[in-house]
């Protein structure tokens, strides 16, 4: 009996299942990339709307991180800082510069002539109150997908450093999303928290080490010590999918 089908159609099936596993990978890689927002790409790194130079401020001149995102330590948010924070310094340092103008623009507001007082002609409100610019539209860098609860004032509050999610912010004259803030990221720190913990007083001090480590093994007193911070702050970071998924 006659074949009903020429022989290369036997390899029909198998060409067309591998046919249907590249698209269907690149249309997932396509989907992946393209949907998943900026801000979680490591090496994102926006233009602000100014020039503000972190390895100057918190390298060179040493500001503390708290200084400027001052309600990590009591809120589940990093604030962005708002123009009076800047102005706490730049009302006096390069005061002209016009690098600055949007900041003072945001800080002076109604008071176009800037000499502290609000005239008839300013008060373009007609209340008698002396009003604010619009805010710095700073562009978010680091930020958690919508479905994922991340509390800044727990972790800080536990010995973990800026620097274990956003890199050593203190090097780098423009910031940029250092750390992949992942999902196997974030679970390998709960799983291992000691590797990640140090003494409270120095959770800001982007280039502590600890002291008294061996060449041989550095990371080993990290441990040890990371063990007896854990154990001190009963540190015991949930590995359910509810801690981080609410």
């Not at 001052?70 to 800082?81: F, L």
Request: aromatic content about 8%; some cysteine.
């Amino acid at each position: 009996m006659r074949n009903l089908f020429p022989r290369w159609a036997n390899s029909l099936p198998v060409k067309l299942i591998f046919a249907l596993s590249v698209i269907g990978g690149t249309v997932t890689a396509g989907i992946t990339y393209y949907a998943t927002p900026k801000y979680t790409r490591v090496g994102y790194q926006p233009t602000q709307p100014v020039s503000y130079n972190h390895s100057f401020h918190a390298g060179e001149l040493g500001l503390d991180c708290r200084y400027c995102h001052h309600g990590v330590e009591k809120s589940s948010h990093a604030n962005i800082p708002g123009a009076q924070v800047c102005m706490s310094c730049h009302k006096n340092i390069k005061a002209n510069s016009p690098l600055l103008e949007p900041i003072r623009a945001s800080y002076f507001g109604e008071d176009t002539d800037r000499d502290g007082v609000l005239s008839d002609v300013e008060d373009v409100n007609g209340d008698g109150i002396l009003n604010s610019g619009p805010s710095v539209p700073w562009v978010r860098i680091h930020k958690t997908p919508d479905y994922v609860y991340f509390n800044h004032a727990i972790h800080v509050n536990r010995g973990v450093s800026c620097v274990e999610c956003h890199g050593r912010v203190d090097q780098m004259e423009v910031v940029h999303h250092d750390k992949p803030l992942s999902m196997s990221f974030c679970l390998d720190c709960h799983r291992n928290p000691e590797n990640s913990l140090r003494p409270m007083k120095e959770v800001t001090n982007l280039a502590w080490t600890i002291s008294g480590q061996t060449e041989a093994n550095p990371h080993i007193d990290q441990i040890h010590a990371g063990l007896d911070i854990k154990s001190k702050w009963g540190v015991n970071p949930p590995l359910s999918c509810t801690g981080c998924h609410r």
